[in-house]
């Protein structure tokens, strides 16, 4: 399996405790070789492997960057525009996951009213 089914089931546990209008329009699909989760079909936080992808407000991605456990999303051997890795160290706690689902959450909020 190219993703860690405990990671998506921590995921899933986690978006319950968000707004209803919020936690009904998640969806999820099978991208990257692993697991997103989609608000309004906008990708916001995933698992490939052992590691959490978010998408992260371009403004925001120095100041996370420089975060302990974030890297660049590398996939495609180059770093993808508002992608992040975090390893496992950096989600191990509830709090630190809910942080990464709230961060791709936002994105996708902010660029759902652009359209």
């Not at 975060?67 to 999303?73: D, H, K, T, Y």
């Not at 770093?79 to 160290?89: D, G, Q, R």
């Amino acid at each position: 399996m190219a993703y860690q089914e405990e990671l998506a089931n921590r995921i899933r546990d986690l978006i319950t405790i968000f707004p209803k209008k919020v936690g009904m329009q998640i969806t999820e699909k099978k991208m990257f070789g692993g697991i997103a989760f989609l608000y309004k079909d906008k990708m916001t936080i995933g698992a490939i492997n052992e590691d959490l992808m978010v998408r992260i407000l371009s403004d925001k991605m120095e100041k996370i960057l420089a975060m302990e456990n974030v890297r660049p999303m590398d996939f495609t051997k180059r770093p993808m525009k508002e992608f992040v890795f975090v390893s496992p160290k950096g989600y191990a706690s509830g709090e630190q996951l809910h942080y990464w689902i709230e961060l791709g959450i936002e994105h996708a909020i902010h660029k759902s009213k652009l359209k």
